[in-house]
């Protein structure tokens, strides 16, 4: 399973604030990030991560509108 299959995507905990999780192709949890009071720096988290661990994987935002959210 290359890089290019994962997804990450950025939620929003109502405990921690924001957070990101990495999921296989077959939706399995691989990581899950601390909580991030700023969205912001979640996203930055999540931008590193594309860049240098794992290039080509899929970004995801559902922590904002309906169901599915949005891919970035």
């Known amino acids: 399973m ?3 299959d994962h ?3 950025i939620f929003r905990d109502l405990k921690d604030g924001y ?4 999921n296989s192709a077959r939706g399995e949890t691989l990581e899950i990030s601390r909580g991030h009071y700023d ?3 979640c996203e930055q988290e999540v931008h590193r991560l594309r860049e240098h661990r794992y290039p080509g994987a899929k970004v995801r935002d559902v922590s904002v509108g309906g169901i599915g959210g949005i891919e970035i």
């Open 2 to 4: 290359s890089a290019s």
């Open 7 to 9: 997804k990450l995507v």
């Open 19 to 22: 957070r990101w999780r990495l």
């Open 39 to 41: 969205k912001g720096e």
